[in-house]
């Protein structure tokens, strides 16, 4: 069975550009979510989807950050524009059932540097 | 205070030896607990989740005290293969599934 799906698994780009990183969850899974990682501060939830519905974006760092679930199977993730700090790993993970306690599978991650 | 704390480490240790490590949470209302393990340059993994009574799965054993709060992972027998980061989670209580994570405890296990 295929995993959670990340692309691009490496971005580098320089300072200004427009970024969009890509999630597909496993089918089935009715929870998304967005975590940013860093040396720093560790694994940090930037934001989460219960079935399409964005229901906590208090980790999104600013109005620079967006994120989309148009349908069940896709996710996007927008920096625009990016930053050098911004980068770092970016993980999807999905998520099934109703207890909250569930499983988080995570994607590869996409690895982003922002000159 | 950071809300989940760990020590980083990292913890090197020869193979067979035997290692715990703990993990604080700020929140007395938090709810659920688990450990994850995150290979270098991996993606985390759900190692175990850790329940009231303590709980065990082969060589790992995970346990759990409330009035402290704090959570244990101890790893027996350790091998090659255990030299990972393991991440304790906290979930608080609610009907949100927000996790908090913590900074993550290294090990290295050594021939």
């Known amino acids: 069975d295929a995993g959670v799906i990340q692309s691009p698994r490496h971005e580098v780009t320089e300072m200004g550009q427009e970024v969009t990183l890509r999630c597909k969850p496993i089918?089935?899974?009715?929870?998304l979510f967005w975590y940013r990682q860093t040396m720093m501060r560790g694994l940090e939830l930037l934001i989460y989807?219960?079935?399409?519905?964005?229901?906590?974006d208090s980790g999104m760092p600013e109005d620079r950050f967006s994120a989309k679930m148009p349908n069940a199977s896709f996710s996007t993730l927008k920096i625009q524009p990016s930053e050098p700090r911004d980068s770092a790993v970016y993980f999807c993970?999905?998520?099934?059932?109703?207890?909250?306690?569930?499983?988080?599978?995570f994607g590869p991650g996409t690895r982003l540097t922002v000159l | 205070r950071k809300e989940v704390e760990q020590d980083p480490g990292p913890f090197n240790v020869p193979e067979g030896a035997t290692v715990a490590f703990n993990c604080t949470y700020s929140?007395?209302?938090?709810?659920?607990f688990f450990w994850y393990r995150q290979d270098c340059r991996k993606e985390p993994k759900l190692l175990m989740s850790?329940?009231?009574?303590?709980n065990e799965d082969g060589r790992f054993t995970a346990q759990l005290n409330r009035a402290s709060q704090y959570i244990s992972l101890l790893i027996r027998d350790s091998k090659l293969s255990d030299s990972a980061t393991y991440l304790c989670?906290?979930?608080?209580?609610?009907?949100?599934?927000?996790?908090?994570w913590g900074l993550g405890t290294s090990l290295a296990v050594n021939p």
């Open positions: 989670v906290v979930k608080w209580a609610g009907n949100n599934r927000k996790l908090i």
């Open positions: 850790v329940y009231s009574s303590g």
């Open positions: 929140n007395s209302a938090s709810q659920s």
């Open positions: 989807f219960n079935n399409n519905v964005p229901i906590d």
């Open positions: 993970a999905s998520s099934s059932g109703t207890s909250g306690t569930d499983t988080q599978y």
């Open positions: 089918s089935g899974h009715n929870s």
